[in-house]
């Protein structure tokens, strides 16, 4: 008896030592969560007038772009959620608990507001779905644990913070892929509580980016956030949607170190190839290796991009138009060996493509000396014979019948090869007219594909 009476004159001692106090307000705390959650009902929403909406106070913090999947049309992001708003049944005098004016309680135990992602395609957070009868009963199903508790403080006002995981559906428009701006929407809202129920507001207009983490692949321009009412065909009320717009510009300088710069590479060798003499036959084999990693490029580029038919994406254009040039360098130097080293052509230069390509385009690309030493052609030799001393010798040697008829078969032998020799030397005229002019459609070819080269860079790069 002795020993509890002096326990209890100790007792008000025990309470001023240092930490006392807080195993008095733990135990204070445990007594008041028991007392709030005994005849707690979490399937009502947590207002005394069935009239009245809940008043949920909406904001997000981005904290990663996790990944943009251009093929599958999807958006990953790593956001940290806030929600906050008043539970009218969670309220208490913290005079009256042992001046406890905050609680911890397990998310589970509470109602909670059933904010979704509507566009969702996969998500790692879920909350629990209520489903309402009537306008005004509640059943729950579908609980899943959630992952952080809830803070409530003594005038009922309750902060629910977790961070989540959210896998969207984004329309990606590449159109000017790699210099491409992307917007993906997310859109978040109440599933089953129309604005009558759960009115959401916005806290800041934008998202915060205080622990924002950048990507290597996106620049994050803007995160705006906009609150909309809408009507949905499956109900007649009002719900409220709050979007959240997720304004992205690629980092080009991978493409371009990766895809483009090689390209450009290429194509300034196809326009150094024509330098290679064409009657060496690996010119062609030298268009064709550059067309083949051309095509590996192009291979490599489409598999990263969603197959779709509505818009081509300008690197491809690019690669497409490279490809195209390299082609045409291919056609243009069949052309220029068969103008050149298909044997002797059946009849002459043309009057109008001599006058275009010995003539002004020669003179243009500094090439009429040449033009002139090959198609200008000595005069041609008469016969060996004279046809008159043959006479004139005839007639001072009428007795030697058998040599003037000798001599009469050589004059006509010398006739004949001397109309063969004219005839060879206007065929190597025509020969050398056709090797010039393909000379110069092959240095105009050059000067073509270097000018559509700059023109594809210049407008499909920029």
Same mark, same amino acid.
């Given at each position: 008896?002795?020993?509890?009476l002096?326990?209890?004159l ?7 030592i ?13 007594a ?7 005849n707690y009902d979490?399937?009502?929403w947590?207002?005394?007038s069935?009239s009245?909406p809940?008043n949920?106070?909406?904001d997000?913090s981005?904290?990663?772009i ?6 599958e049309?999807?958006?990953q992001?790593n ?7 008043n539970?009218? !049944? ?6 009256e ?5 905050s ?9 909670? %507001?059933?904010?979704?992602l !509507?566009n969702?395609?996969?998500s ?12 005004s009963?509640? *059943?729950?199903?579908?609980?899943i ?9 003594s005038a009922?006002?309750?902060s629910?913070?977790h961070p989540?995981?959210?896998?969207s559906?984004c329309q990606v428009d590449i159109t ?5 701006k ?7 809202g ?14 800041n207009?934008s998202a915060g980016?205080s622990?924002?983490?950048?990507n290597?692949e ?5 995160? %705006? ?5 809408a009507?949905?065909p499956?109900?007649t009320?009002p719900?409220?949607?709050?979007f ?7 980092r %080009? ?10 390209c ?10 024509f330098?290679?003499? $064409?009657?060496?036959g690996?010119?062609?084999?030298f ?8 095509v ?5 580029l489409?598999?990263?991009l %969603? ?6 994406p300008q ?5 497409a138009?490279t490809?195209?040039?390299?082609g045409?360098s291919c056609?243009a ?5 068969r103008m050149s080293?298909?044997?002797? $052509?059946s ?7 001599r006058l275009?390509?010995l003539?002004?385009?020669?003179r ?5 000396t040449?033009?002139?030493? *090959?198609?200008?052609?000595p $005069?041609?030799?008469e ?16 007795l ?9 078969e050589i004059?006509?032998h010398?006739?004949? !090869? ?11 005229k025509?020969?050398?007219?056709w ?8 240095r ?11 023109t594809?860079c ?5």
């Amino acid at each position: 008896m002795e020993t509890s009476l002096g326990f209890l004159l100790l007792m008000p001692l025990f309470t001023c030592i240092p930490g006392s106090r807080s195993h008095v307000n733990q135990y204070d705390a445990i007594a008041l969560k028991a007392s709030l959650l005994s005849n707690y009902d979490k399937s009502l929403w947590p207002v005394k007038s069935s009239s009245t909406p809940v008043n949920v106070d909406f904001d997000i913090s981005l904290k990663q772009i996790i990944e943009l999947a251009e093929r599958e049309q999807t958006f990953q992001i790593n956001i940290w959620q806030r929600l906050y708003w008043n539970d009218e !049944y969670l309220t208490w005098n913290a005079s009256e608990h042992g001046s406890v004016d905050s609680l911890t309680i397990h998310s589970s135990d509470i109602w909670r %507001p059933d904010i979704f992602l !509507y566009n969702n395609t996969l998500s790692i957070h879920c909350t629990c779905m209520v489903l309402i009868y009537h306008d005004s009963i509640a *059943k729950t199903y579908g609980t899943i644990e959630p992952i952080t508790d809830i803070t409530v403080t003594s005038a009922g006002r309750v902060s629910y913070l977790h961070p989540a995981i959210y896998t969207s559906a984004c329309q990606v428009d590449i159109t000017r892929f790699p210099f491409d701006k992307q917007e993906c929407i997310l859109e978040f809202g109440s599933w089953i509580y129309s604005s009558s129920k759960v009115n959401i507001s916005l806290v800041n207009p934008s998202a915060g980016l205080s622990i924002y983490t950048q990507n290597v692949e996106w620049i994050l321009n803007k995160a %705006p956030m906009e609150r909309k009412v809408a009507f949905y065909p499956c109900c007649t009320e009002p719900f409220v949607t709050i979007f959240l717009t997720m304004q992205l510009e690629r980092r %080009p300088f991978f493409y371009m170190f990766n895809m483009v710069a090689p390209c450009i590479i290429l194509m300034i060798l196809n326009v150094f190839g024509f330098c290679i003499p $064409p009657d060496t036959g690996k010119r062609l084999a030298f268009f064709m290796t550059i067309l083949l990693a051309l095509v590996v490029f192009q291979k490599v580029l489409s598999d990263s991009l %969603p197959k779709t038919s509505i818009t081509t994406p300008q690197l491809g254009q690019f690669f497409a138009a490279t490809i195209a040039l390299v082609g045409f360098s291919c056609l243009a130097s069949i052309t220029v060996i068969r103008m050149s080293y298909s044997g002797p $052509p059946s009849y002459p230069l043309p009057r109008w493509l001599r006058l275009l390509l010995l003539r002004y385009l020669a003179r243009l690309f500094c090439m009429n000396t040449i033009g002139k030493e *090959k198609h200008v052609l000595p $005069p041609a030799k008469e016969g060996v014979y004279n046809v008159s001393d043959h006479e004139t010798n005839r007639k001072k040697d009428t007795l030697n019948v058998a040599l003037d008829l000798s001599l009469r078969e050589i004059v006509c032998h010398s006739r004949e !090869y001397s109309a063969h020799a004219r005839e060879r030397k206007e065929k190597k005229k025509d020969q050398d007219e056709w090797k010039m002019a393909a000379l110069v459609l092959d240095r105009a070819l050059m000067f073509v594909v270097g000018g559509a080269t700059i023109t594809v860079c210049v407008v499909l790069l920029r």
